[in-house]
């Protein structure tokens, strides 16, 4: 392991010199306070884990950290653009809530659509719960289940995806 990553110690003394710098850095090219902190807590973990890869030769600790955090939201600018944005809540509302004239499609449409949140891990679930069922703002959601923000964006993203791919596989055309 190189020699200024290689205990707890030196990463934490390596975050505290460098850490509000990164965050300044991936909040100006992210636009996202959480998304800057995931960018930063992401940027020690790719340090930490290519400590060997380290030569102070070639460069400052500074501005190897500084090209990794480039690198990660670099990434993460990439993957927002991937990503299409989550669907306005009377679209998932209408996902859940099946309005069929035939009172046996609506009983078979809400038991599939029970069937598949009950597929869903439970963070998933949880999430999807919360802003989509319940309306609740991202915000609010992630402080009290203590996620970065954008991680909640991602699990109610994919459970969105995973819940519309179960009921696809069950036979549900809405």
Same mark, same amino acid.
């Given at each position: 392991?190189?020699?200024?990553?290689?205990?707890?110690?030196?990463?934490?003394?390596?975050?505290?010199?460098?850490? $509000?710098?990164?965050?300044?850095?991936?909040?100006? *090219?992210?636009?996202?306070?959480?998304?800057?902190?995931?960018?930063?807590?992401?940027?020690?973990?790719?340090?930490? +884990?290519?400590?060997?890869?380290?030569? $102070?030769?070639?460069?400052?600790?500074?501005?190897?950290?500084?090209?990794?955090? +480039?690198? %990660?939201?670099?990434?993460?600018?990439?993957?927002?653009?991937?990503?299409?944005? $989550?669907?306005?809540?009377?679209?998932?509302?209408?996902?859940? %809530?099946?309005? $069929?004239?035939?009172?046996?499609?609506?009983?078979?449409?809400?038991?599939?659509?029970?069937?598949? *949140?009950? +597929?869903?891990?439970?963070?998933? =679930?949880?999430?999807?719960?919360?802003?989509?069922?319940?309306?609740?703002?991202?915000?609010?959601?992630?402080?009290?289940?203590?996620?970065?923000?954008?991680?909640? =964006?991602? =699990? %109610?993203?994919?459970?969105?995806?995973?819940? =519309?791919?179960?009921?696809?596989?069950?036979?549900?055309?809405?």
């Amino acid at each position: 392991m190189g020699a200024e990553l290689g205990d707890d110690r030196a990463v934490s003394d390596a975050y505290a010199a460098h850490g $509000p710098e990164l965050y300044r850095l991936a909040y100006r *090219l992210l636009q996202d306070r959480a998304g800057a902190e995931d960018a930063v807590q992401e940027t020690f973990v790719r340090a930490w +884990r290519s400590t060997a890869r380290f030569d $102070p030769a070639r460069g400052s600790l500074r501005t190897w950290l500084f090209a990794i955090a +480039r690198n %990660v939201c670099t990434d993460a600018a990439l993957a927002r653009t991937r990503r299409p944005a $989550p669907q306005d809540r009377e679209v998932v509302t209408a996902l859940f %809530v099946a309005q $069929p004239q035939d009172p046996v499609e609506t009983v078979l449409a809400d038991w599939m659509a029970e069937e598949a *949140l009950r +597929r869903l891990s439970p963070e998933h =679930r949880e999430a999807l719960l919360h802003v989509h069922l319940l309306g609740r703002d991202y915000a609010g959601v992630a402080a009290e289940l203590g996620v970065p923000e954008s991680t909640l =964006r991602s =699990r %109610v993203y994919y459970a969105l995806r995973a819940v =519309r791919l179960g009921m696809e596989e069950m036979g549900w055309s809405g």
